[in-house]
């Protein structure tokens, strides 16, 4: 039955507001409506006439309606009753109203504020009038895009299948393409030119390009799933976009790519890329509350100056957590883990770490930092990397509390210049040292290191400064100092393997050290002109040990198991404490001085000088289980001593022209004063009390 007539027309409600007329057609009735020039203004329906209404709306009888050509030049509404479709073209150029059709062909919405909504399309649909709508439609197997060209145009819940070109592409400004399904694309999902427009919960699968793709200002991508797309997820060259909460699953490139300027990459979760996980090559960028995992490159790189990392979590990426070449970086609240290469590693320079909650479990080092003046500041949980926990090697870095724990390297290495390391809670259990620096004029301060299994700090920098520490329980050294010129003060070495402070570098002085029950040497000098001053040497093997010219000042050693002091080369040992030792002090340098010390209760002798031209002046030796002082080096000046109560002489000496004058030797188990050297000169010594003899020259 071909039929068409009026259905409604003209109702006036009591308000005063009227609705337009409705009408029914058919696939024969719509053509004396409906023609290549427009909108007929009137018409005739069943022998009826009409004149056409802004408003009026047309229902489309169910069937078939070939070769379509309509340009629709008035505001009207085509609605489809039942399965309506149409074969040709619609070309809405007024701002009129389409729902429920099929077509095979194309629709133009070149009117402003057009509306097209329930609608299958097996064709194209061009978009150029501004403020109009698309809304729970389908664009199946379009030969090229949905083209949006008008500017505030909204695209929603509809489903784009199969485009030989991209799925959308947006010319306009401020457009929303929000809600839609859209696949298997030959091009993008989606591309943006317009300035101001919003990408926001889409589903973006299977594209022969990227998910999204954009290089328009200020765009807005929000709340998409992007999946199986064979380039980018997401690629934006925008500046000032914004990236947030997508989800970005598989894609073949980079799962989010931003080169613009001020991108906002906010609660993305990017996985599974073919790439990197999110790209940032815009400065002044921010990356925040990401989870980005399983990329086969980096989870977050970085190439973009003045850009943050917060919040983010990268696991298990293919190559580093986070990798950044841009200058002036920030890393903030990052938990960088379980990656193949670096947790975190940044080449610029002035980068900024900040509260990072791990780095641990990656193939190469916790956090690496090649660039120089980089910061880090409360850096936890560094633990089981297979290099360094943290490895610092540009100049000037600043790095304060940090906790590293069993890396396969050092805890912290660095080897730029000028390092200032401070409050590293702990520096345990690593495999080398718990704290490795080569650079000079490094600052070392208030560091506790202990139970790893080389050294606890070893430097190897000139004009090194470590102070405030506490090494503890290290299979190497306490300290290791192989630098010239360093100064190490305050601090504790106890229960190490090794040597509780090692010094191979000239020049160092050493201040107020407790180095306790170390296997070695409490305090072990090799290297040249060192100062120990005011340090505590206890339980040891020897409490300090040197083959080089030292001087020791004030200091204490006591039951240490063989010397307190076992000096191999020249050594000045002044006002000092040796008590409960095996032997007290050995002193087989050339030119050794020992002044004004006391040498007591060791159980063999107090003080041994086997090097020529010593000099032993105002010491108190006393109740030691050997001789008091024994002298076998030639030109030996010993003055002013006394030596009480020792179990063999008091002074035993047999240097060649040695002076051996106003000493005080008594009660001792031998001779007070016993000389056998050639063209020894003794005068004004008193000895009194002793067992065998006081004063004897041999």
């Known amino acids: 039955m071909k039929w068409g007539f009026i259905l409604f027309f003209g109702m ?3 308000s005063g507001s009227s609705y337009g007329a409705d009408y029914i057609v058919d696939n024969t009735t719509y053509l004396q409506v409906f023609t290549p020039g427009g909108v007929q203004g009137t018409f005739t329906l069943n022998g009826t006439e009409y004149t056409l209404e802004d408003g009026d709306t047309f229902t489309f009888l169910e069937g078939i309606y070939d070769t379509v050509n309509m340009v629709i030049n008035r505001t009207i509404s085509l609605v489809a009753s039942g399965t309506v479709q149409l ?105 943006i030119h317009g300035e101001g427009c919003l990408a926001e919960g889409n589903t973006i699968y299977l594209s022969g390009g990227d998910g999204v793709t954009s290089d328009a200002s200020g765009a807005s991508i929000i709340r998409n799933s992007i999946s199986f797309n064979s380039g980018d997820g997401i690629r934006s060259s925008g500046n000032n976009s914004v990236i947030t909460n997508n989800t970005v699953l598989r894609n073949n490139g980079t799962g989010i790519y931003s080169s613009g300027k001020n991108a906002t990459i906010n609660s993305n979760t990017v996985k599974y890329s073919g790439g990197d996980g999110i790209y940032v090559a815009g400065n002044g960028s921010t990356v925040q509350g990401c989870y980005v995992q399983n990329n086969t490159k980096n989870g977050i790189k970085i190439t973009g100056s003045g850009c943050t990392v917060s919040s983010s979590y990268t696991y298990y990426n293919g190559e580093n957590g986070i990798y950044s070449t841009g200058d002036n970086t920030s890393f903030r609240y990052v938990d960088s883990s379980f990656n193949a290469r670096n947790g975190i590693y940044s080449s610029g320079k002035n980068a900024s770490f900040f509260y990072i909650t791990s780095a641990s479990y990656n193939g190469e080092n916790g956090i690496l930092s090649t660039g120089p003046s980089a910061s880090m500041q409360i850096i936890l949980d560094v633990t089981s990397n297979s290099q360094n926990g943290v490895s610092s090697l540009g100049d000037n870095a600043y790095i304060w509390f940090v906790e590293v724990k069993k890396n396969g390297m050092n805890g912290i290495h660095s080897s730029g210049k000028n390092l200032y390391l401070s409050y590293v809670k702990n520096a345990t259990n690593n495999t080398l040292s718990g704290i490795n620096s080569t650079g000079i004029n490094a600052r070392i301060l208030d560091v506790t290191v202990n139970l790893n299994r080389g050294n606890g700090i070893y430097s190897s920098g000139y004009n090194t400064t470590i102070a405030y520490f506490e090494a503890i329980n290290n299979l190497g050294n306490g300290l290791w100092i192989s630098g010239g010129r360093s100064y190490i003060f305050e601090g504790n070495t106890t229960s190490n393997r090794q040597n509780g402070v090692r010094v191979n570098g000239p020049d160092a002085i050493l201040r107020s050290l407790n180095a306790t029950d170390n296997t070695a040497s409490g305090i072990a000098i090799y290297g040249k002109n060192a100062i120990i001053y005011n340090c505590t040497s206890m339980r040891n093997t020897d409490g300090v040990y040197g083959t080089a010219s030292f001087r020791m000042i004030l200091s204490r050693t006591s039951a240490n198991r063989n010397c307190g002091v076992n000096a191999r080369g020249t050594a000045t040992i002044e006002q000092c404490t040796v008590y409960g030792n095996r032997y007290g002090i050995y002193a087989g340098g050339a030119n050794s001085v020992i002044y004004s010390s006391s040498v007591s209760s060791n159980r063999g002798y107090g003080v041994y000088a086997a090097g020529s031209s010593a000099t032993i002046y105002r010491n108190t030796v006393q109740s030691n289980g050997g001789d008091g002082i024994t002298v076998r080096g030639s030109y030996a000046k010993i003055y002013y001593n006394t030596a009480n109560r020792n179990r063999g002489s008091g002074i035993s000496s047999s240097s060649y022209r040695a002076v051996i004058a106003y000493n005080r030797a008594s009660y001792n188990s031998y001779y007070g004063i016993y000389s056998s050297g050639k063209k020894t000169t003794l005068a004004k010594n008193s000895a009194t009390g002793n067992r065998k003899r006081n004063i004897r020259r041999g």
Do not use: E, K, W
């Open 12 to 14: 006036t409600l009591l």
């Open 87 to 191: 074969n040709g073209v619609i070309d809405a150029i007024a701002p009129s109203s389409i729902t429920g059709f099929s077509v095979n062909g194309t629709v133009n919405l070149r009117g402003n504020g057009c509306n097209l909504s329930s609608t299958n399309i097996t064709g194209t649909l061009n978009i150029t009038g501004n403020s109009s709508r698309v809304n729970d439609s389908r664009i199946l197997n379009p030969s090229s895009a949905v083209m949006v060209s008008g500017d505030n145009v909204t695209i929603t819940s509809s489903y784009i299948n199969g485009s030989a070109s991209h799925g959308i592409v947006v010319n306009g400004r401020n457009a929303r393409i929000q809600g839609n399904n859209i696949t298997n694309s030959n091009g993008s999902g989606i591309l």
